[in-house]
């Protein structure tokens, strides 16, 4: 789950021409493959790829520019092509799309799950002002301050994300809901956290 989370942080939003191509198996399972060949990817251009998390979702030309004019976008752009995708706007729309939709998902059938991730950041707000009393290593302090900016921000992305999933959208990923889980490709030790 983390990786399509990181693959949809990291590719952010896409054009909405490509809006009209509805979910179906074969496309989800063209995007499991795309999202698992980047995180392939991610080990060879770890720079690149955590390079990518200064961007938000609403910089998305920003994040087409930076890949594009990166020493990685080669590769990346033959994982997209691969699979299916005729550009990274493309791959994209299918990502956003199946993020949102897929938090919408989740959190119906786990209404306490927003509040839930709330409680998570709080959590770790209450653990930082404890360790900043008592005198804790700063740069300790510092991962836990990121860690809980990057959670916010993740939080943010989905639930955006979710607002402009589209009702059929949402539809397919309820109706399919067990066999999206099934066959989500597995984490790999070497994602971004």
């Not at 896409?14 to 496309?27: M, R, T, V």
Request: glycine residues 2%; without cysteine.
């Amino acid at each position: 789950m983390n990786k399509i989370i990181i693959a949809f942080i990291l590719l952010s939003q896409s054009l909405l021409a490509y809006a009209s191509q509805p979910f179906s198996k074969e496309l989800i399972t063209s995007f499991y493959a795309t999202v698992d060949k980047l995180d392939k990817l991610e080990v060879k251009y770890p720079e690149v790829f955590k390079n990518i998390d200064r961007f938000s979702i609403s910089e998305q030309s920003k994040i087409i520019n930076y890949i594009k004019s990166s020493n990685a976008y080669p590769d990346i752009a033959s994982a997209l092509s691969s699979n299916g995708f005729v550009s990274l706007n493309e791959f994209l729309d299918v990502s956003e799309r199946f993020m949102g939709s897929l938090y919408s998902v989740q959190m119906q059938k786990m209404p306490k799950g927003a509040e839930y991730l709330k409680n998570m950041e709080k959590a770790l707000e209450d653990n930082i002002k404890v360790m900043k009393k008592e005198g804790a290593p700063k740069d300790m302090i510092k991962d836990m301050e990121m860690e809980l900016q990057m959670m916010k921000k993740e939080t943010n992305e989905m639930q955006l994300a979710s607002k402009n999933a589209s009702k059929s959208d949402i539809k397919f990923v309820k109706d399919n809901f067990d066999w999206l889980i099934s066959v989500m490709p597995e984490e790999k030790d070497t994602l971004m956290e």
